[in-house]
């Protein structure tokens, strides 16, 4: 059975969909970028991945940008789409084109910390533990059915950083994984 085409939407680093790409596995058929001078976009141009970079001031409304990226998606057939820290909240255009085959990554224990710095928040929350959530995606911040968590725990000694290092590599690990079981994907490589 062929492999579902997929399209992962991020707005500034990247090392999620560098870790999602590096599984030999999956492969990402475009790139979706908010933001033209975005890091993702480089490690896409390395690795040959198209991508559909959009400035959504260039655009009356989130309808309409919305629309362009919903072309690029039909051209490319794509049929799950995966936020690896995606900016924005996914309209209603793109939710019902996509309606249970759109899910975020989100560095919390959630319903925990929703939206932005969740990470910090849950460091200086002194928290025991935080965590990474993999859940859906409605028409709330960090609110659709959550598919998978992992929790981390916080150190006495931890500082920010250390925390944010330990997080990411639990992305690292769940993301790919999740991504396989969810578009039915046999692992070729453990
Ligand atoms: C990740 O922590 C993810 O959970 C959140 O945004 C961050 C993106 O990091 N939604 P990166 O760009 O993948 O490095």
Redesign the pocket.
Known sequence: MAKPNISIF??????????IIADQSLTCQLLVSDNPTA??IEIAKKHHIPTFTFEPKQYADKASYEQAILAALKKYEIEWIF?????RMIGPNLLNEYTGKIV????SLLPAFPGKD??TRAYKARSEQTG?TIHYVDEGMDTGPIICQQPVPIHEQDTLETLQTR??KT?HQLYPKVIKELINVKTLVE
């Not at 936020?83 to 900016?87: N, R």
């Open positions: 991020a707005s500034g680093r990247g090392s999620n969909f560098k870790a890091p993702v936020l690896a820290g995606y900016m975020n990554i989100h560095p969740a990470i990474v997080i990411q992305e």
